[in-house]
């Protein structure tokens, strides 16, 4: 079965350091990834997607960047945290079978101090 | 206007009552909905997955599309305190799974 690995699962971070988020999926290969992030009250903002090694698609203009160093692996960075970014980050696949249908992993929470 | 419009509640009901939640949207393209059900500090998870207008039942869950007044809505039955949750309806246009998702209704059952 494939599952996904998203750590740390809180992260408290000074204003102006850098930040590296990873996520990992097991048991599928090829799978559409995404960085999502989920603010207090509000819904889901998608932040990017890869639908494959290093090609990476940015939603929001923002101060967060991703990289996709092996099929199965997403990593979202930041050479330096604004207090705006604090909020809940997720991280989504998407395989080929189930075209329509995102798994999530359990998120980092993010706060910017 | 957002695409995608959810009451964010708080949404209280007895145990055993039905829940209703709904979404509506502005984009006629979207032919893919799905719903899932976030618990607190947690990941959400897909809980029911429809293409296009009808309806769609899994246990106690029941989905419903109608495409034509762009309205989703969601109803459980024999609601359980351990339904107590948020749900967030999610569409698509498209085949690779860009999303876009309502704010998210929190329900709350009391015993």
């Known amino acids: 079965s494939q599952t996904i690995h998203q750590w740390p699962a809180t992260l408290v971070q000074p204003v102006g350091s850098p930040l590296s988020l990873e996520c990992t999926v097991e048991g599928t290969s090829n799978p559409n990834l995404y960085w999502y992030r989920q603010a207090a009250g509000r819904g889901l903002q998608l932040l990017f997607y890869?639908?494959?090694?290093?090609?990476i698609s940015s939603e929001v203009p923002q101060n967060l960047s991703a990289s996709r160093p092996q099929d199965r692996q997403f990593i979202l960075s930041s050479k330096k945290l604004l207090l705006s970014d604090s909020g809940f980050y997720l991280c989504a696949w998407k395989g080929r079978r189930s075209p329509n249908e995102a798994f999530f992993g359990q998120g980092t929470r993010l706060t910017v101090v | 206007q957002k695409e995608v419009e959810q009451d964010p509640g708080p949404l209280s009901v007895p145990e055993g009552a039905i829940v209703s939640l709904n979404c509506t949207y502005s984009n006629s393209a979207f032919q893919y909905f799905m719903w899932y059900r976030q618990y607190s500090r947690k990941g959400p998870e897909l809980l029911m997955y429809?293409?296009?207008?009808g309806n769609k039942e899994d246990g106690r869950f029941t989905a419903q599309v109608d495409k034509s007044s762009k309205y989703i809505s969601l109803f459980i039955r024999d609601s359980q305190p351990s339904d107590s949750a948020t749900y967030l309806c999610?569409?698509?246009?498209?085949?690779?799974?860009?999303?876009?998702f309502g704010a998210g209704t929190q329900v709350v059952v009391t015993p």
């Open positions: 429809t293409y296009s207008s």
């Open positions: 999610a569409m698509t246009t498209d085949s690779w799974g860009k999303l876009q």
């Open positions: 890869s639908v494959g090694i290093g090609q």
